[in-house]
C-alpha cells in the first residue's frame, strides 16, 4: 500500500478547470517531486492534497484511510505537514517559539491553561532538536520576523519538521532562494530524505532531479510524464522545455 | 543538550508585587492625596474587565468593539439574581460571570469564522443589539431606567459577614478579585492556549496548519473574555447599586479599547492596567479643569496611535531597553 495516494482528481474554480483527472502516488520513505511550469495547476494540487482546497471529485488516501475533504487540522493531526511557498511564520515569536508552538504535544494541550509551556524543558530541548536538524542552531532568541530570508526558509521547514510528520509537504522550497542558499537548502534536504517521506512541490529542475526518487510532471492540469529523473531526461515535454539539459 | 532554553513562568513576578501594593493600599494613602475610595473601586472593576478584554484585542487579535454587551449583561445578571433568586453576592456575582459567558458563546458562534473588519463589525452589531434590548424589554431590564433597587448586600466569609456599604470595604472585595484573576490570566497566557491564541493573531492559517483547532479557541477565548466582562459586570452593579443601558452603549464599549491600546495591551500583559488607571486619573485630573473632558482624552489617544503605537507600556519597554544598551556601552 502505499503511503499516500491521489485518485482521480478533479478541482475547478467556476468555470475553469485547474485539475483534470490527476492521480499520483507517493511511496513511504522516498522523496516525490511534483514539477510543472508556472499556471500548471501544481499548486493548487499541493493544497487539494494537503487538505486546503476541496476537490470536485476524486479521493486522497493516506496510509489506506480517506482524507479527501478533511480540514487542515485534522490531516495534520494524522502526520501530514506542510509548508509553504509564501513565508508563513509567527513572526512576533522567537524562532524556538516558533517551533515550541509547532509540537505535536503543544497543540494537545491547546485548552490546558495549567501547563507552564516555556518551562517544560523536554520540550525546549526538543525544539531545539528541530532547530539542529534545520541549521538554526545559535538562533534560537532571534525574533522570526528579523530573521534574513534563508533562514526564514529554514524555519519554514522547522516549523513543518516540529509535528514529527510522517509525510512531510514542501511548497517550492527554492523560492527566493540564491545560488549559495538552494545550495544549502539541497544539502538540508539530502539530509532529511534519510529520515523523512517528503513531496516537494518545485519549478527548479536541476534542484528536483539532484534530490527526488520519482517525478511527476504535470501540465495543463494533468499529469503528463512520471518517472524516475534518469528516466525523465529523455520525456519530451522535459527535453522541450530545455531544462532536462541543465538536469 | 547543552544549553537548555526552557524558562519557568513564575507565578508572582515583580510588576505583580507592584500592582499589588500600590492599588490594593489605596483606602489607606487615596484620600490624603485628593482622591477618594470610590474612584479605587472603579479603576479595579475596569482593571478586570480590560485584562479581559485584552485576551481578544492584545493576545488574538480580535477586534471586539461591543465588548460593553457583556459588561452590562454581567451587570444585569447581578441585579436580577439578586432580586429575583437569591440574596448572595457571591451567587449573584457568579450569575453575571455566567451571564456574560452564555452571551458572548452564543454571539460567539456566529463570528468565529471571521476574522478583522468583518469580526470588528459583527461585534459592534450584536453589541447594539444586546443595548438595544436592554432598553426596550422593560419589564425586565426596567427600560432607560434600569434596575434600580439593587443594594450592595453583605459578604458571606464564612467565619464572619462583611458589609459591602462602604466603598473601602468593597474595594478589598474587587481587588482580592483582581489579585485572582490576573493570577490566573497570567498563567493562562504562558501556557499553551495562551501561545495558541498568539499565534492566531500572528498567522491564523498556519495555526490550522500545524493542527489547532482555530475557530474552537476563537470561539472559547470570546466566550473566556465574555464572562471576564461579566465578572466586571458584576461588581459595577454592586458598586453602582444598579444596572443599566449605558454601559452597553457604543461609547462605553470604546472605552475599553481605548484603554486597552493607550496602555499598551498588545505589547504586554500589563498594557490594560496601566490604561485603565489612565484613563480614569485623565477623567478626574482633566475632568475637574473642563468639562469637555473626553476631547482632551480623545486627542491624547490619537497622539498615542500615530506616534507610539504600542502605547504607554511600549514606551517603557522602549525606555527600559535604551538605557540597558546604555549601561552595557
Redesign the interface.
Given at each position: 500500500m502505499a503511503l499516500f495516494e491521489a485518485i482521480h482528481l478533479h478541482k475547478r474554480f467556476g468555470d475553469q478547470v485547474v485539475l483534470e483527472d490527476i492521480s499520483l502516488t507517493f511511496e513511504a520513505g522516498q522523496l516525490s517531486g511534483i514539477m510543472g511550469p508556472n499556471g500548471a495547476g501544481k499548486s493548487t494540487c499541493f493544497n487539494v492534497l494537503t487538505g486546503h482546497y476541496k476537490p470536485n471529485a476524486g479521493k486522497v488516501m493516506f496510509e489506506g484511510k480517506d482524507i479527501t475533504g478533511l480540514p487542515p487540522r485534522v490531516i495534520a493531526g494524522m502526520g501530514i505537514a506542510r509548508s509553504f511557498q509564501l513565508m508563513n511564520l509567527f513572526d512576533e515569536f522567537t524562532v524556538i517559539e516558533n517551533i515550541l508552538v509547532a509540537l505535536p504535544e503543544s497543540v494537545a494541550k491547546s485548552f490546558n491553561i495549567g501547563h507552564d509551556i516555556m518551562g517544560n524543558s523536554s520540550a525546549t530541548d526538543r525544539a531545539a532538536d528541530v532547530l539542529a536538524k534545520v541549521g538554526l542552531t545559535g538562533r534560537e532568541l532571534e525574533l522570526a520576523g528579523n530573521l534574513p530570508y534563508g533562514e526564514r526558509r529554514a524555519l519554514e521547514i522547522g516549523v513543518a519538521l516540529a509535528s514529527e510528520p510522517r509525510l512531510l509537504f514542501l511548497d517550492e522550497p527554492t523560492q527566493g532562494l540564491g545560488a549559495d542558499g538552494t545550495a544549502r537548502l539541497e544539502e538540508l534536504i539530502g539530509e532529511l530524505k534519510k529520515t523523512y517521506s517528503i513531496v516537494i512541490i518545485e519549478h527548479d529542475m536541476k534542484f528536483l532531479f539532484g534530490l527526488a526518487d520519482t517525478i511527476s510532471v504535470i501540465h495543463w492540469g494533468q499529469v503528463i510524464a512520471q518517472g524516475s529523473p534518469d528516466q525523465l531526461r529523455d520525456n519530451e515535454w522535459v527535453r522541450a522545455s530545455k531544462i532536462g539539459d541543465a538536469a | 543538550?547543552s544549553?537548555?532554553?526552557?524558562?519557568?513562568?513564575p507565578f508572582i513576578t515583580r510588576p505583580m508585587i507592584v500592582l499589588f501594593l500600590a492599588l490594593g493600599t489605596f483606602p489607606l494613602w487615596g484620600t490624603s492625596v485628593g482622591l477618594y475610595d470610590y474612584l479605587g473601586v472603579e479603576i479595579v472593576i475596569w482593571i478586570i474587565y480590560a485584562l479581559g478584554f485584552n485576551l481578544l484585542l492584545g493576545y488574538t487579535g480580535l477586534p471586539s468593539f461591543g465588548h460593553g454587551a457583556f459588561f452590562g449583561v454581567g451587570a444585569y445578571s447581578y441585579g436580577l439574581f439578586q432580586l429575583n433568586v437569591f440574596e448572595s453576592v457571591w451567587l449573584a456575582v457568579a450569575a453575571g460571570v455566567v451571564g456574560g459567558a452564555v452571551v458572548a458563546g452564543l454571539v460567539a458562534c456566529f463570528i468565529s469564522h471571521r476574522r478583522g473588519i468583518y469580526y470588528a463589525l459583527m461585534t459592534i452589531a450584536f453589541g447594539q443589539v444586546c443595548w438595544f434590548v436592554s432598553m426596550k424589554w422593560h419589564t425586565v431590564t426596567g427600560g432607560e431606567d434600569g434596575l434600580l433597587n439593587v443594594h450592595r448586600g453583605t459578604l458571606n466569609l464564612l467565619v464572619t459577614d462583611a458589609s459591602l456599604k462602604d466603598n473601602a470595604d468593597l474595594f478589598y472585595f474587587a481587588f482580592a478579585v483582581l489579585v485572582a484573576v490576573v493570577l490566573?490570566l497570567w498563567?493562562?497566557v504562558?501556557?499553551?492556549?495562551?501561545?495558541?491564541l498568539?499565534?492566531i493573531r500572528?498567522?491564523q492559517?498556519?495555526?490550522?496548519?500545524?493542527?489547532?483547532?482555530?475557530w474552537l479557541?476563537k470561539w472559547?477565548v470570546f466566550t473566556l473574555s465574555g464572562a471576564i466582562a461579566g465578572l466586571a459586570g458584576g461588581l459595577f452593579a454592586i458598586a453602582q447599586e444598579s444596572a443599566y443601558p449605558d454601559v452597553m452603549s457604543l461609547h462605553a464599549s470604546g472605552f475599553v479599547v481605548m484603554m486597552t491600546l493607550i496602555g499598551g495591551g498588545f505589547v504586554s500583559f500589563w498594557g490594560p492596567v496601566i490604561g485603565a488607571i489612565v484613563f480614569f486619573v485623565a477623567r478626574d485630573f482633566l475632568g475637574s479643569i473642563t468639562e469637555t473632558w473626553l476631547l482632551w482624552y480623545g486627542l491624547m489617544f490619537m497622539g498615542v496611535i500615530i506616534f507610539k503605537p504600542e502605547g504607554i507600556a511600549g514606551a517603557f519597554q522602549d525606555f527600559v531597553a535604551k538605557r540597558r544598551a546604555r549601561v552595557e556601552n
Open positions: - | 543538550m544549553t537548555s532554553f526552557a524558562k519557568k513562568t490566573i498563567r493562562l504562558h501556557s499553551p492556549y495562551g501561545k495558541a498568539q499565534a500572528m498567522n492559517m498556519r495555526a490550522g496548519f500545524v493542527g489547532y483547532n482555530v479557541i472559547s
